[in-house]
């Protein structure tokens, strides 16, 4: 009874023990990694331990200012997948929320990568993936990896600041569907101006309208001259003197109806997590 | 006949108009008389003397017809002017401007006939169609129906005072002749493929005719409240009847003392502009009109001095203040300030403005 309870005992010590060891096995690199400089997750060692700090300050800064999940992510083995798969992988393992990004460099694919969730899709339409990418390119291919996610981040904060184009629309590549961005319903703080002015509108109309009425204010008798007159036209002329036609060319809105100008889009797919992702990137 | 009272000729008690009925009634035998039936009677006649008359210039009144020199006096008189009452004979003293009144000791209504003859004979009159308890049954409803008068208002008991009263008011007629002249334009917009076209078409609009207007209406008392009289307006002037003397018994009556040459400009003035509205209302079917000119000239006028049926009604709220009201004898309209709820009236504005302010929000929300 006692031995059975001791290989209980030492059975439930190795299960533990074993838990503990591939707990450590399965995260190894990245917990090193992510130690100091959070959301740097250097696995192709481009960056120094001072740069990885600078970055995260960066990255912070950023993700305070847009309530978004960021990321920098190096590879040297994409195992297999490319950069753009490699990517939102990483997204789908990592974001807690819903909205998010991660810059990639894959030295595997030779690519930067941006992908983009959530919110962040909607501000980052494809053209501004672009101007995002164009700011890190050059220094990709120089080797200078730093600064090219700095600036990549620093085209994001741009590109945040100016906010989500009034004729943003989602397009989505899979099924072809497109969806124009509509703004959360909200109050805005000047319609909450006009609602109180109406409603002290009202309250003065009201107030004031019986206060008048039983002071006798206003509501005095008026005489009422369509009831006591009567008019006998004897002569009556309408003469056309002049007649004017003038015409103008109307202008025609574009970029109304069915047509979407290019320059709002932002393409989004379906990720293999489910989730849906956008983004864009270049070969190097 | 300065001091008419009417006597039944069954019991010789005092008839009065009944306004529900249309008719004369004696209040003792109960019987009732036509207007026909009244016009082939003699009413029973006092005597009529200036107050404080030294000379003893009293005028018999026993003949038919009263003589200039009586009405000018009365019409003068800025004092108070004593007569004899025809039923017990007590002197009854009244204001210069009074024409029907109440004997103060007999209570018998008495009609002042001198006052109301000659020039100051009215041309039309409209007699009182709501006799006093209908006054007292509407004036209650009516308060009732104010939604921002205080709950404790509202009791029969504290209406002090309910007089019918004939108040003399000056009747403006006037015909207009006149043309009219404006420019005129109508324009007309349409989209033919990518074009707008705007087509304008400009008139000149004459228009040439007549304007009749009728019973612009004026206070024509001084001391009477201007806003309480004229505030009962309209009545169905086309009900006036010719003026008889009968009509004012049992009521109280004034006479005018405002001259129809001081109002003349004004009421000219108002029925002008009337008149050009008219005229200028027969232009239409023009997307503007722009008047060039609008001439009118009065073509023919008439003034009519008419007595007009007033219920005048003193309330005292409970707190003590005297609230006065004129109720049109003929339609019921009640026209006086009311007293406020004003916790009431605060509670009801603030929840209108809570609901203004609820919606403005669900709109600002949805937009």
Known sequence: MIRQMRLKKTCLAMMVGLFAFFCGMTDPVWALQAGEAEGIYD??????????????????????????????????????????????????????????????????????????????????????????????????????????????????GTAYDKGIPSDQYTYDEDTGKIVRYQEPKSVKWYEVLVALALACGAFLAVFLGVLGKYRLKWDAYKYDFHANGRVDVTNQEDRLVNQLVTHRHIQRNTSSGSSHSSGSRSSVHTGSGGRSYGGGGRKF | MAVISFKCPNCDGELIFDPSSGKYKCEYCLSKFTQQELDALTPASGMERPAGGADGNTVPSDTAGTDDANGERAADGEEAVIYSCPSCGAEIVTDATTAATFCYYCHN???????????????????????????????????????????AFFNKRQITMLSGVYFP???????????????????????????????????????????????????????????????????????????????????????????????????????????????????????????????????????????????????????????????????????????????????????????????????????
């Not at chain 1, 190096?74 to 974001?95: C, N, W």
């Not at chain 2, 006939?113 to 308890?133: A, T």
């Not at chain 2, 009556?253 to 008219?278: F, P, T, V």
């Open chain 1, 43 to 156: 696995y192709a060692k481009l960056l120094t331990e001072e740069e990885a700090l600078e970055l995260a300050g960066e990255l912070s800064e950023l993700a305070a200012k847009s309530g978004w999940e960021i990321f920098v992510l190096t590879t040297e083995d994409a195992k297999g997948s490319s950069a753009r798969e490699y990517s939102e992988a990483f997204l789908d393992g990592h974001l807690i929320g819903d909205d998010g990004i991660v810059y990639t460099i894959d030295m595997d694919n030779r690519e930067v990568y941006l992908a983009t969730t959530g919110d962040a899709i909607y501000y980052l339409t494809d053209n501004r993936i672009e101007d995002v990418i164009d700011e890190g390119y050059d220094y990709v291919v120089d080797g200078a990896y730093k600064a090219a996610f700095s600036g990549m981040i620093t085209a994001t």
């Open chain 2, 109 to 151: 209504p008495v009609v002042l006939g001198g006052r109301l003859e000659g020039n100051y004979l009215p041309n039309k009159i409209i007699p009182f169609q709501i006799d006093k308890k209908e006054a007292e049954k509407r004036f209650l409803a009516y308060v009732k129906k104010k939604k921002f008068v205080p709950k």
């Open chain 2, 169 to 367: 008011y000056w009747m403006y007629d006037a015909a207009f002749r006149g043309s009219i002249q404006a420019e005129a334009k109508n324009i007309r917009v349409w989209r033919r493929g990518d074009k707008e076209y705007t087509e304008t078409k400009y008139y000149h609009v004459e228009r040439e005719g007549e304007v009749d207007l009728n019973h612009l209406a004026e206070n024509a008392l001084q001391k009477a409240n201007k806003q309480l009289v004229e505030g009962v307006l309209p009545y169905q002037f086309d009900t006036m009847k010719d003026f008889t003397m009968g009509y004012l018994s049992g009521f109280t009556a004034e006479k005018r003392d405002i001259e129809k040459e001081a109002l003349a400009e004004s009421m000219q003035g108002e029925m002008q502009n009337y008149a050009k509205s008219l005229m200028r209302e027969t232009i239409s079917g023009y997307s503007s009109v722009n008047v060039k000119n609008n001439r009118l000239t009065v073509a023919k006028d008439t003034w009519n001095y008419v007595l007009l049926p007033v219920w005048t009604l003193t309330y005292k709220a409970q707190n003590g203040k005297l609230y006065y009201y004129s109720m049109n004898g003929q339609t019921g309209k009640v026209c006086g300030e009311l007293p406020i709820d004003y916790k009431k009236l605060s509670l009801v504005s603030g929840i209108v403005a809570a609901v203004t302010l609820g919606l403005g929000l669900l709109g600002g929300f949805l937009i």
